[in-house]
């Protein structure tokens, strides 16, 4: 069996382990290839060559091959070994998944790697914090759901033509696995809370969140909210009857005691901290708190403007920022400069924006298109085109042919870059995306007939 890098939580760090001089030269080409997909990376002149990123990914592929026969003869063969090797390894692999997510390589294997990477990171800050509900889980679920699915297609197709599965299946699978297991146990926390208290257990989350995010603010400006929230919270206590939450239809006592007076009474403390303190974050904490922020702010401005700016692999720089951070943590908590753990306010400040970080890389990645970058430009210019048609549609009224004769020019110069039914690169290359984008091409030839339709009615 082949180990790769194991990925524990934060709160569970594991020892490195020293790299034996059987493992050095496949380091050293591990180093060489991430060094050149970094190289690739900055070149923005130029869009990325299918058969560059390809042809480095195979290359790794035989590394990794390499690393399997020895990590057998030394018997470390277990999720529980890692070196420098298994990081650097673990580096290439989300490098290539940005890369081929850029190429519009969406649904192959290597593409699922540096969202699984993301979706566990997720999972570990939700467990930390204890701060999530079913809906928070379901958008996770379902795409986890998704690369199951795709992940056994492939090795049920490999198994047919070879019974060793490909080295990336392995780690990808293993990678899977270990999200689902991350899933299962956050299910298992909410599924053990009785429906009667579904209710409160959801409002108590909101509130612990604004709290949260009150806390980002001076005393002043949190005061009339946090006074609202404190109102709220001692009307949910007074629904307890000898300290118990009770079914108001049973009248028993409702599973999920545990956890729904342990997240109102964090929610007292939270809020007594805040009125009482008002600012959370420590001075010499400051630093880490402004490099959240702004990594945040960043984020944000990139989910607005991602389709027209963003290269998957832009988001390379803020994972191994975050990581970085995330690295930090001992015990799920962050520590200030004497080694103490920080104020618990600061605790779920800093946690909050590590967990948004997170959480807007993973919708960056969720939200790209299955087509290359070289195709981005035609894919955006339809996509702008559909929208203004259909709004002409809803709201512009009766259209002559001279009206809409802009809208059929631009779908016409579009259509006209086609090259035997295909849109091509600059090197005359067939970009990966043609479904997507001559899907959008003919719905907006079919709204442009609408149009005119509707104009020879009138």
Same mark, same amino acid.
């Given at each position: 069996?082949?180990?790769?890098?194991?990925?524990?939580?934060?709160?569970?760090?594991?020892?490195?382990?020293?790299?034996?001089?059987?493992?050095?030269?496949?380091?050293?080409?591990?180093?060489?290839?991430?060094?050149?997909?970094?190289?690739?990376?900055?070149?923005?002149?130029?869009?990325?060559?299918?058969?560059?990123?390809?042809?480095?990914?195979?290359?790794?592929?035989?590394?990794?091959?390499?690393?399997?026969?020895?990590r057998?003869?030394?018997?470390?063969?277990?999720?529980?070994?890692?070196?420098?090797? &298994?990081s650097?390894?673990?580096?290439?692999?989300?490098?290539?998944?940005?890369?081929?997510l850029?190429?519009?390589?969406?649904?192959?294997i290597?593409?699922t790697?540096?969202?699984?990477?993301?979706?566990?990171q997720?999972?570990?800050?939700?467990? &930390?914090?204890?701060?999530y509900?079913?809906?928070?889980?379901?958008?996770?679920?379902?795409?986890?759901?998704?690369?199951?699915?795709?992940?056994?297609?492939?090795?049920?197709?490999?198994?047919?033509?070879?019974?060793?599965?490909?080295?990336?299946?392995?780690?990808? *699978?293993?990678?899977?696995?270990?999200?689902?297991?991350?899933? !299962?146990?956050?299910?298992?926390?909410?599924?053990?809370?009785?429906?009667?208290?579904?209710?409160?257990? %959801?409002?108590?989350?909101?509130?612990?969140?604004?709290?949260?995010?009150?806390?980002?603010?001076?005393? &002043?400006?949190?005061?009339?909210?946090?006074?609202?929230?404190?109102?709220?919270?001692?009307?949910?206590?007074?629904?307890?009857?000898? +300290? $118990?939450?009770?079914?108001s239809?049973?009248?028993?006592?409702?599973?999920?005691?545990?956890?729904?007076?342990?997240?109102?009474?964090?929610?007292?403390d939270?809020?007594?901290?805040?009125? !009482?303190?008002?600012?959370?974050?420590?001075?010499?904490?400051?630093?880490?708190?402004? $490099?959240?922020?702004?990594?945040?702010?960043? @984020?944000?401005?990139?989910?607005?403007? %991602?389709?027209?700016? @963003? $290269?998957?692999?832009?988001?390379?720089s803020?994972?191994?920022?975050?990581?970085?951070?995330? !690295?930090?943590?001992?015990?799920?908590?962050?520590?200030?400069? *004497?080694?103490?753990?920080?104020?618990?306010?600061?605790? !779920?400040?800093?946690?909050?924006?590590?967990?948004?970080?997170?959480?807007?890389?993973?919708?960056?990645?969720?939200?790209?298109?299955?087509?290359?970058? *070289?195709?981005?430009?035609?894919?955006?210019?339809?996509?702008?085109?559909?929208?203004?048609?259909?709004?002409?549609?809803?709201?512009?009224?009766?259209?002559?042919?001279?009206?809409?004769?802009?809208?059929?020019?631009?779908?016409?110069?579009?259509?006209?870059?086609?090259?035997?039914?295909k849109?091509?690169?600059?090197?005359?290359?067939?970009?990966?995306g043609?479904?997507?984008?001559?899907?959008?091409?003919?719905?907006?030839?079919d709204?442009?007939?609408?149009?005119?339709?509707?104009?020879? +009615?009138?």
């Amino acid at each position: 069996m082949f180990s790769t890098m194991p990925i524990q939580p934060a709160s569970c760090p594991i020892v490195e382990q020293t790299v034996s001089s059987a493992e050095q030269p496949i380091l050293n080409m591990l180093i060489g290839i991430r060094n050149r997909l970094a190289a690739l990376k900055k070149d923005r002149g130029n869009y990325y060559r299918p058969d560059d990123i390809v042809g480095l990914y195979n290359e790794l592929l035989v590394q990794v091959k390499h690393l399997q026969v020895v990590r057998a003869d030394e018997h470390h063969d277990n999720d529980t070994f890692k070196n420098r090797l &298994d990081s650097v390894l673990d580096e290439c692999f989300q490098l290539f998944s940005l890369f081929y997510l850029a190429l519009g390589k969406n649904k192959e294997i290597p593409a699922t790697y540096v969202q699984l990477v993301t979706i566990k990171q997720n999972f570990e800050l939700m467990n &930390d914090t204890g701060i999530y509900i079913d809906d928070d889980l379901n958008p996770f679920q379902i795409r986890l759901a998704e690369i199951r699915q795709l992940v056994d297609a492939e090795k049920n197709k490999e198994y047919e033509d070879n019974d060793t599965p490909r080295p990336e299946i392995l780690l990808v *699978s293993r990678r899977l696995r270990q999200c689902e297991k991350e899933l !299962a146990l956050l299910e298992e926390t909410t599924r053990v809370i009785d429906d009667a208290l579904t209710p409160v257990y %959801s409002e108590l989350i909101h509130i612990r969140r604004r709290l949260t995010v009150l806390s980002f603010l001076s005393h &002043d400006s949190a005061m009339p909210e946090a006074k609202d929230l404190q109102k709220r919270l001692i009307e949910i206590d007074d629904l307890r009857v000898d +300290d $118990r939450f009770v079914d108001s239809e049973s009248g028993k006592v409702a599973a999920g005691q545990t956890q729904v007076v342990g997240l109102l009474e964090e929610c007292f403390d939270r809020l007594h901290d805040l009125m !009482a303190e008002g600012s959370t974050v420590p001075k010499d904490m400051m630093p880490l708190y402004d $490099r959240l922020m702004e990594i945040r702010l960043q @984020l944000e401005k990139l989910l607005l403007t %991602s389709r027209w700016t @963003l $290269r998957e692999t832009d988001l390379w720089s803020y994972q191994v920022q975050l990581q970085d951070i995330d !690295a930090m943590r001992r015990n799920g908590q962050f520590k200030d400069t *004497s080694g103490d753990p920080a104020p618990q306010q600061a605790q !779920a400040a800093l946690n909050f924006l590590l967990h948004k970080c997170y959480n807007l890389v993973y919708k960056l990645l969720s939200s790209s298109e299955p087509v290359a970058e *070289s195709l981005m430009p035609v894919h955006n210019q339809l996509r702008t085109l559909r929208r203004c048609l259909l709004e002409v549609k809803k709201y512009g009224g009766p259209m002559s042919v001279r009206d809409l004769y802009p809208y059929q020019m631009k779908l016409s110069s579009i259509d006209n870059l086609r090259s035997d039914g295909k849109f091509l690169d600059d090197e005359g290359h067939i970009p990966e995306g043609q479904g997507v984008v001559m899907s959008l091409l003919n719905e907006c030839y079919d709204l442009m007939y609408e149009l005119m339709a509707a104009e020879v +009615d009138e």
